[in-house]
């Protein structure tokens, strides 16, 4: 029975490999220039499903739709800038990945670093409260005695006989 399957699955791969033999892949647009054009500019832009993904190497539909409708604009004369302008205008700032340091974008761009700041002092003053509690919390009348019979090289347990 193994021997059979076997049999099948090397007949199915030899078969196979010439019925699912790819070609070449073919350029997404018929002008070179208009290809490197929309890598370029969706190189910039963000992938509104991944955020974390350019558009150009996004692979969520609305990503193509996307880079389809750049082709669209760059096959219509569109300027790079005017463009980015379009995709800005219908998305928000957000869509780029270097948005322009403006009011509505002050929190993007100084946002992490202030949030660090304002950890390491929080961390800092922390660290200050509690060296303080330690050092202001007298020690107990036990304590203090454990501490004494420490100093003094002597067993804790023999102290008490």
Known sequence: MKRGLMILLLALAGFGGNLLHAGE????????????RLIAISSELR????????LAGSHAEL???????????????????EIMEFMVSRYGDF????PPLKGTTLLLWFGPGLLFV?????LARYLRRRDLAVRDTPLTADEQRQAELLLHDQDPSQGRS
Do not use: F, H, M
């Open 25 to 36: 892949a073919q350029p997404l647009a018929e002008d070179e220039l208009t290809e490197k």
């Open 95 to 98: 869509v780029r990945y270097r």
């Open 118 to 122: 304002l950890g390491l002092a929080g």
């Open 63 to 81: 990503a193509n739709d996307l880079r389809r409708e750049i082709r669209t604009l760059i096959n219509e004369g569109k300027s790079d800038n």
């Open 47 to 54: 992938c509104l499903v991944c955020q974390n993904e350019s």
